[in-house]
């Protein structure tokens, strides 16, 4: 039998959103974490009831959960269905395509990926296409020939995080196919500043060890390095282009935070 207050939910009409600046969409990685209450959520907010509560505070997700498998379509059509109109969802490709099959292969997988986030209709934003840390650039013609069978419609972001795609023409090859340049705060990496599509992706996710568990506040100073990814906002919406960025719980323990932190520092910018 369904639960009644889940079929209120979807009875009700979600309303809708605004991003904080115009073309600049912030938000987290995931949204279901329990140890969010009293922050994000009131406390007692069963699982079901998250999405409805992150929305009152964000105009975009990452959803996290998508890399462990394609969601059912009836899934897909709950959270739009939860959600306001103006907001908008990003979603990770399975691993069994990234990191199990490194793109080989997987055709149909992918198809059928893209085919169920579609779902979300309106509000569908970019689908990530995050790479292992042991996908190097030898792996580069896999890559494009991925690229070139996808589904058109959607907008899609390439992440890597193996030092060979520095100085590749891995830029050259996401212009090609008018994929985005994932933008990312990593220890292995080096931060990046270049867009090569119309909109840009950036990710914020530190250290996973530094932070393993409960996420409830933030417990560490990344100021000057929110400052700096600021600038690089700037610059994108100078240009036109969208921004979707997204805050992990690894970059400063609690991720919500780190977002209204970044705010912050965009507002105090402005004041000066």
Known sequence: MEDPQQIKLFEEDAGEISPPERGLY????????ADWEGTVYPPGTPPAGRLSEYVKHFASVEIDSTFYGTPKGTTVKRWRKLTPRGFLFAAKFPREITHENNLVGCRDAAENFVHTMQGLGDRLGPLLLQLPPDFTVEGVDALDSFLGE?????SYAVEVRHRSWLGSG?????REHGA?????DYPRMPRLEEATADFAYIR??????????????LKKDRTDDLRWWSGVVDRFLEEGKTVFAY??????NHSPSTVEQFLEVRRGARSR
Do not use: C, I
């Open 204 to 217: 914020w996710l530190g250290n996973r060890r530094e932070f393993p568990s409960e996420h409830t506040q």
């Open 180 to 184: 985005a340049l994932t933008l990312v």
């Open 26 to 33: 912030l938000g987290t990685s995931g949204w279901s974490y």
């Open 247 to 252: 805050a992990n719980n690894h970059y400063q």
């Open 170 to 174: 891995l830029s050259d090859l996401l």
């Open 150 to 154: 996808l589904p058109h419609g959607p």
